[in-house]
């Protein structure tokens, strides 16, 4: 099991930059089975000017990404070779949203392999609002080579 992993280190493995970059922290790494991360939601971001201007609600769209997000950031700590990879976000089924994220919120952020072959990845993850259930769902993604993609 790994340290926790800080914003600058997060930004390393992704290529994602603001405002699309949705998680701040990773807090337990497991390589090769499971995270968790977290995401500090501010009104100061800018999806909430208009996801609505007088009840701030962050996008499910952007709870799932977050999710990705996260998986990618364990699948590149799992792959162990030097190469530079890509990580394309595959498929997603039966995401069901329990609860409504604001501003305010910190989301906790669960991923665990569900299959791993090669460079395919099959995880369950589950996003929490203070120990609530927000969003699950299964996500998939394949990591490619930079050279390749």
């Known amino acids: 099991m790994s340290d926790m992993l800080s914003?600058?280190?997060?930004?390393?493995?992704?290529?994602?930059?603001?405002?699309?970059?949705?998680?701040?922290?990773?807090?337990?790494?497991?390589?090769?089975?499971?995270?968790?991360a977290l995401k500090n939601v501010t009104i100061n971001e800018p999806q909430f000017m208009g996801h609505f201007p007088n009840h701030p609600v962050m996008p499910g769209v952007l709870i799932v990404e977050a999710m990705a997000q996260a998986g990618g950031v364990l699948a590149f700590a799992s792959v162990k070779d030097d190469r530079d990879y890509l990580v394309y976000?595959?498929?997603?089924?039966?995401?069901?949203?329990?609860?409504?994220?604001?501003?305010?919120?910190?989301?906790?952020?669960?991923?665990?392999?569900?299959?791993?072959?090669?460079?395919?990845?099959?995880?369950?993850?589950?996003?929490?609002?203070?120990?609530?259930l927000a969003c699950s769902g299964t996500l998939m993604a394949t990591l490619m080579p930079r050279d390749q993609a």
């Open 89 to 132: 976000f595959t498929g997603i089924d039966g995401v069901r949203f329990r609860r409504p994220v604001r501003p305010g919120d910190q989301v906790m952020f669960k991923m665990e392999v569900l299959r791993h072959r090669g460079l395919m990845w099959k995880l369950k993850g589950e996003a929490f609002v203070d120990g609530e």
């Open 7 to 36: 914003i600058d280190t997060i930004m390393q493995r992704l290529p994602h930059r603001y405002p699309f970059l949705l998680i701040d922290r990773v807090l337990e790494l497991n390589e090769g089975k499971s995270i968790t």
